[in-house]
């Protein structure tokens, strides 16, 4: 059975084991065998990788702080904005807005509304700039 099987990673697993095999002799010097991930072996981040994620979590924070605050108004506001609108907002990622609908005759009657719907969204202040996509999703109240 194992005459007829190809492995077409066998070539870099080879290698790979080589390049492992040759970092540890460096290291250690013994007939033993030695454990590939010992603490000996890795190397310490770079502190400037450190220092980027540090800064592109907040920056995230920030922007996520931003819409959630927007997303929290609307909540707030959708009864007065789109009275007697079977949809409910649910939840808000990435750029999207998930509608929740109970039925899906809600969710077809809804699909031409969106467009407006967008509209005054987009209308309502500390909106996200740029687009907004708008997703209905059925689920029950």
Sequence with gaps: MDDYFFDPYAKKRRLARQARQARLDKIVSSDLPVDGDAVETRRPTAAVGGLMDAVMESVARELYRDE??????????WA????????????????????????????????????AMKKRILALDGAPKGRLVLLVEIKGR
């Design 68 to 77: 959630a605050r927007f997303f929290d108004r609307l909540r707030e506001q």
């Design 80 to 115: 007065e904005l789109f009275p007697g609108c079977p949809a409910r907002p649910g939840r808000w990622q990435d750029g999207k807005l998930v509608l929740y609908v109970a039925t899906a005759g809600q969710s077809f009657a809804l699909r031409p509304k969106l467009p």
